[in-house]
């Protein structure tokens, strides 16, 4: 079994499911209906070909009516597990089963300065903090730019923003890009740190979040995206995203039906492209709208666990959505609806729960949430630990020997195991008098000072002086608009 982070080395059991096997069944062949009665959008020559020459029907020009022996081939060709590497070819997450891995999102547009509170623009500044805090969090496990740089040419910002995490993270990457053209300058940056585009495919650390403009309608920059990955063996998180009610039925069973057939024409064009293909299915994306605010909700209880079931169901690696709120400030919404999610996406088992720090409904990060969502998450880590049951920890001989008035606080037993027991660093445990004693502060308050403190101390691994230059080539050719 490949080495990864030591709590979440496995869960042999399931935790939770919204669904039953015979309900995602009943989905599953309802999403292969759609595919094969209605068909799907394609906006990309290339995809249609794939799948007119394996057999699929073409209306339009771009209609594809795609057969279920296509998507139960491709089902059985696409890995079941995806193994993530660290910048330096050391295994990090094993994307499998109910293994849980946390980290940001990506492309906030806005920011909560953790030093004054202001609410203002990202900048590449900040993109810098965000991958030096989260390298510097021990429960963060993969890093995503978290904001959108507002001080760098848009037409770029990907490319700054990767240049970023590749130098001030060593740990596992998830990028976006703007368009195809940056998605192929990315990977090629990536293979730059790794030594080459075959070594980048045998041990891959980053994979690319595709945004799709529906479920039945795929864009042709994610279809380009998803084909040149395949092609690359890089792991694709193929996204298409529903709205009830507006781009897929006001109920969630059938923008579920919808949803998952978007999945599987991803799907089976990443296995028609190259068979084994890496290929992450969505536990998000089954969204709707508050029809009293407008607002696409984030937190809403209404879809969770449905595209994680499905996922489960394929035995597919999941890309959840956690750690994230309504609220505009760290206050106890924001920690309320960060503790909630996560709770439902680790339960559900996703393999890459994504996010974590996000404000407004996705519009707003803050890295002192994001420290919040560190904590959560190491209670959330020995929730879910299994219980280790052998004569060490059963600890019988000691029972009897210390008896039914004996006390346990000074024996050996008790030193070599009383660490192993949850402790927090940011929640609060003393007792009042020492509480008030250390400065009466809140948890936002705990919480920002523990960000100043990584930024002030912690020091990622950089780059070579050589590769980081070849990375600075790529980004500058990029904004020059060279190939």
Known sequence: MTDVHPSRRSVDRVLFRHLSSQACGRLHAASLEILHRTGVKLHHPEAVDLLSGAGASVEDGDRVHVPPDLVEQALSTAPKSITMYDRAGRPAMQLEGDRCYYGPGSDCLNVIDHRTGEHRRATLQDVRDGAVVCDGLDHVDFVMSMFLPSDVDPGVSDLHQMEVMLNHTTKPIIFVTNDFANCVRVVEMAEAVAGGSDTLAAKPFCACYINVTTAM????????????????????????????????????????????????????????????????????????????????????????????????????????????????????????????????????????????????????????????????????????????????????????????????????????????????????RADYGEWQAQGSRSLGERATEHVEEILAKHRPICLSEDVAAEVRAIVQRGAAGDA
């Open 217 to 428: 309608r795929h864009n042709e920059e994610a279809l380009a995206k998803l084909l040149f990955l395949a092609d690359k063996g890089v792991p694709a998180l193929y996204i298409p995203i529903v709205i009830a009610g507006m781009t897929a039925p006001a109920t969630m069973a059938g923008s579920m039906a919808a949803l998952n057939a978007g999945v599987l024409v991803g799907l089976v064009l990443s296995q028609l492209k190259r068979a084994g293909a890496p290929f992450v299915v969505p536990g998000c994306g089954l969204t709707m709208l508050d029809m009293k605010t407008m607002v696409n909700p984030y937190c809403s209880p209404d879809a969770k666990g449905v595209t994680h079931a499905m996922g489960h169901y394929y035995g597919l690696p999941i890309f959840g959505l956690g750690g994230v709120s309504e609220a505009k400030l760290v206050d106890q919404q924001a920690a309320a609806e960060a503790a909630l999610t996560l709770m439902v996406e680790t339960l559900n088992g996703a393999n890459l729960i994504h996010d974590l720090g996000y404000l407004e409904s996705g519009l707003c990060g803050s890295l002192a949430q994001l420290a919040i969502c560190d904590e959560i998450v190491g209670w959330l880590d020995h929730l879910i630990r299994p219980l280790e049951i052998n004569e060490e920890t059963l600890a019988l001989d000691l029972i009897h020997e210390q008896g039914p008035e004996g006390h346990y606080v000074e024996t050996d037993h008790t030193m070599a195991h009383f660490r192993e027991l949850w402790y927090p660093d940011l929640f609060e």
